[in-house]
């Protein structure tokens, strides 16, 4: 294919499984003729994520914990080997104990605090230290988060600390790193079926709430947020970033419920 992303290399990293919002990314990216490679968590996922990364033409396939400085290194030192440098990165993880994603906010536990951070938000910038110094050209980082960082949702809690302070650090990340021509951005998107959302209590009393009232009237796609994507990685977005960009249908802009869902 012959594309916007014709030439350009980078990493994903966060598929689990076809409805993952990586993967919604990839696809973009590959439409585009963008080349890939992929990272997956455990070895249960290894089998997903092969064969999604097969029918691209992805073969640098890798484990990466980011939980582990040396699964990260390992997963930087692969691609330097493979390829020498990098054009993007898309970190599509975060991770939370599933019994704190219910009930109350107050009632959050040390370690699992720690635990949400260190993978939700810290594991960008450990990423971003090592994917810079493969972008010699500049390039593109890009995460993903959720209006729970700027407002309150139910049962999000510590998610949404989580995603405050990594729409934050992209903002420092931006600032660390323009100077490289090193773009760092972060798309919110409105909630999604996937494996890490049906860890959120009552998820689907959400997705009904956002598509009552956004003003699209209706839930966002993987494929919506592959488009997004696709303009982060791509140059169309080259006098962009630091930005928190919202991909939701319009949620974010309604102040008050339209009176005839309220009535439901
Ligand atoms: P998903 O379950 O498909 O992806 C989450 C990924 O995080 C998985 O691939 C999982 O393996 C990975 N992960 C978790 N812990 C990890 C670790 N220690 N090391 C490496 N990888 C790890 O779900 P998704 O909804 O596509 O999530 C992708 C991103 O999008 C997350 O940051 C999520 O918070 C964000 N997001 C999701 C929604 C939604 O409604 N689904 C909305 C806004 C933002």
């Known amino acids: 294919v ?76 692969t691609l330097k080997q493979r390829w020498g440098s990098l054009d993007f990165v898309v970190h599509a993880i975060a991770f939370s104990d599933k019994d704190e994603l219910k009930g109350k906010y107050v009632d959050t536990t040390r370690g699992n605090f720690a635990r949400t951070l260190d993978i939700s938000c810290f594991s960008f910038a450990a990423v971003a230290k090592r994917a810079k110094d493969m972008m010699p050209n500049g390039g593109s980082l890009v995460t993903l988060t959720y209006l729970g960082a700027e407002r309150v949702m139910p049962h999000y809690n510590v998610m949404g600390v989580a995603k405050a302070a990594l729409e934050c650090s992209v903002r420092y990340l931006a600032a660390d790193l323009g100077d490289q021509g090193i773009r760092v951005n972060s798309i919110s998107a409105g909630p999604i079926k996937t494996l890490a959302a049906s860890g959120i209590g009552d998820f689907r009393q959400i997705l009904r709430w956002n598509e009552l009232n956004a003003p699209l009237a209706r839930n966002v796609t993987i494929e919506d947020v592959g488009g997004a994507g696709l303009y982060f990685v791509s140059d169309l977005s080259k006098g962009v970033t630091g930005e928190l960009h919202h991909v939701d249908a319009g949620y974010n802009v309604v102040g008050m419920l339209r009176p005839e869902s309220a009535a439901e």
């Open 2 to 77: 012959k594309g916007l992303m014709t030439g350009k290399r980078g990493l994903i990293m966060g598929v689990a499984n076809d409805r993952s919002i990586a993967w919604g990314i990839a696809k973009a990216v590959a439409a585009q003729g963008g080349e890939m490679a992929f990272t997956y968590q455990g070895e249960a996922l290894e089998r997903r994520v092969k064969p999604l990364a097969a029918s691209i033409g992805a073969d640098i396939v890798v484990p990466c914990d980011v939980t582990d400085d040396a699964s990260i290194d390992a997963t930087f030192a």
